[in-house]
């Protein structure tokens, strides 16, 4: 027996009511709906009704068991006309059955109530004057169509029993920033997008470079030497034109983090350095923000969610920020496009259990797996009662710039430097041969030290000259100065954001 079905024939009241009958209950409630002749000072000649089954049937489910939840009732049955109905045609009945009558009697107005307000079920009048109009469709402004598109574009997710249009609700309304719109970020993004979430931040700095398009799979060639920011808004605006793109085109730092976050829910970590991570783990422990994170390298990712005061945070695991350098990224230890695109995807899945309030086995478990093995680990996740930030006695209780800037003192940015002066530093790539050839620089004068090589293919560096190394974006120039400063050649320093800080000196 359907607990709600919808019909195109008469409503058999009396063999519904038959099939609720129960020894065991005490009451019984029932609502009738019938046509009316008038509606607004207006004779009504017919009505015609249009519905989704699949929806009106999940959803009619969620809020069967909310009333089950809230009021102490046995059974309830719902059955709905569609098609073309005349006056005094029974539109909708609702029946339920109770031990007591008074659970039956606000259990039976409860459904009533939400049926109408929530099941995408559609009536159009026809008037004695000829004309007919959609009635209650509050999302069709025009009233030209049955039923909305945003509706039929969630209508195979809102099927799920666990989701419903009340939980789609929930999805419109939720705020989620992601950082970074890279390979995780791009995968995160449209698959947020896609679900509905309402609200999205996207913070992102970068231009596109041609050698991200293998993983970064929300954008195409033609995109090369833009800013992702832009591209990513306006590719996920197309995809859902029913949710709002928010862009934060900056670099996250410790000066505007608790700014950015604090305007969402949950924060989605899809950055690619430790530094930016422990930022954005720290700002969301002290901001009481849950934080969805991923990491990636070559073949093999993780991904968790930290819950404020609930599942520790990333300096239960490392309490300390590590070394920049100490694990390869993409560029250098290469990655298979196929990971970020999983993981981001899975960042993305986490975030909507979140909104909703579905329990997830990340809360307390990092998971591991290596897509080329298909091996998987969860490791236990819990809070470190010597954690510097997320126990009891807490050393760190605010965010400090200067904690987020590792070795600054060998770090130079290039807008420091006047350009009557750039030749008094000798400027070293460290970038391997593949990068070069895409984005050469040619404003300068330097050499060529791979980073992968330079264990085995030494640089003999002059006490007497000081030397400048960049990279892409400044992280393995700074790896490579402190390995430097280590081993006593002090005369070496790192550009901050490496060949972009150089195209934008130049540019200015």
Same mark, same amino acid.
């Given at each position: ?28 409630? =029932? ?11 207006? =004779? ?22 909310? +009333? ?30 109770? *031990? ?38 509050? @999302? ?7 039923? *909305? ?5 969630? =209508?195979?997710?809102?099927? #799920? ?27 995160? #993004? ?25 993983? @970064?799979?929300?954008?195409?060639? *033609? ?15 197309? &995809?859902?034109?029913?949710?709002? %793109? ?7 730092? +410790? ?24 930022? $954005? ?16 390298? @070559? ?11 609930? *599942? ?58 290596? &897509?080329?093995?298909?091996?998987? @680990?969860? $490791? ?29 003192? %060998? ?48 640089? =003999? ?10 990279? +892409? ?36």
């Amino acid at each position: 027996m359907k607990k709600f079905s919808l019909t195109t024939t008469s409503i058999d009241t009396q063999r519904l009511r038959e099939e609720l009958r129960d020894d065991s209950c005490g009451a019984y409630a =029932s609502f009738e709906g019938w046509v009316r002749n008038h509606h607004q000072d207006r =004779s009504v000649e017919y009505l015609e009704y249009e519905a989704l089954e699949e929806l009106c049937v999940s959803e009619a489910e969620t809020i069967f068991n909310e +009333a089950r939840e809230q009021f102490d009732i046995t059974n309830v049955r719902c059955v709905h006309r569609i098609g073309k109905l005349n006056i005094s045609d029974m539109a909708v009945w609702v029946g339920v059955t109770a *031990s007591h009558r008074d659970a039956a009697f606000k259990a039976c107005r409860y459904i009533i109530d939400e049926i109408k307000s929530r099941l995408p079920i559609w009536k159009k009048e026809f008037y004695r004057e000829g004309d007919s109009i959609w009635v209650n469709c509050a @999302q069709n402004t025009e009233q030209t169509t049955a039923h *909305s598109k945003e509706d039929e574009f969630y =209508s195979r997710q809102t099927i #799920l029993t666990d989701i419903g249009l009340s939980g789609q609700k929930k999805l419109k309304d939720a705020r989620v920033l992601v950082v970074g719109a890279g390979g995780l970020g791009s995968s995160a #993004l449209m698959a947020l997008a896609g679900a509905g979430v309402g609200h999205i931040g996207i913070c992102e700095y970068d231009k596109l470079d041609i050698s991200n398009l293998h993983r @970064q799979h929300l954008y195409t060639v *033609s995109d090369v030497g833009k800013p992702k920011i832009d591209l990513a808004a306006s590719r996920l605006q197309a &995809l859902n034109p029913y949710i709002k %793109i928010i862009k934060h085109p900056e670099r996250l730092d +410790a000066g505007n983090v608790e700014n950015l976050i604090n305007d969402y829910e949950i924060i989605c970590d899809c950055t690619d350095n430790f530094v930016t991570k422990f930022l $954005l783990n720290d700002s969301c422990v002290l901001n009481q923000k849950p934080l969805v994170q991923a990491s990636i390298y @070559q073949h093999e990712g993780q991904i968790r969610t930290f819950l404020p005061e609930a *599942s520790g945070c990333l300096r239960c695991l490392w309490p300390e920020i590590p070394k920049p350098g100490c694990v390869g990224t993409c560029t250098e230890a290469g990655v298979i496009g196929t990971l970020p695109g999983t993981f981001g995807y899975l960042q993305a899945h986490e975030i909507i259990k979140l909104i909703l309030n579905k329990k997830s086995a990340l809360t307390q478990h990092t998971l591991l797996m290596n &897509l080329d093995t298909f091996e998987t @680990q969860k $490791l236990q996740q819990t809070r470190e009662t010597r954690c510097p930030l997320c126990s009891d006695h807490p050393k760190i209780t605010k965010i400090i710039p200067d904690h987020y800037h590792r070795l600054s003192n %060998i770090s130079i940015n290039i807008e420091s430097i006047a350009k009557t002066e750039l030749d008094t530093f000798t400027f070293i790539d460290l970038r391997e041969s593949f990068e070069r050839t895409f984005a050469p620089v040619n404003q300068l004068t330097h050499v060529h030290w791979p980073f992968s090589k330079r264990k085995n293919q030494s640089f =003999s560096f002059e006490p007497d000259k000081k030397y400048l190394l960049f990279c +892409a974006k400044g992280i393995r120039s700074l790896a490579a100065t402190e390995e430097l400063h280590q081993e006593g050649i002090t005369n070496t320093y790192s550009l901050e954001n490496g060949v972009d800080a150089i195209q934008q000196y130049f540019k200015s």
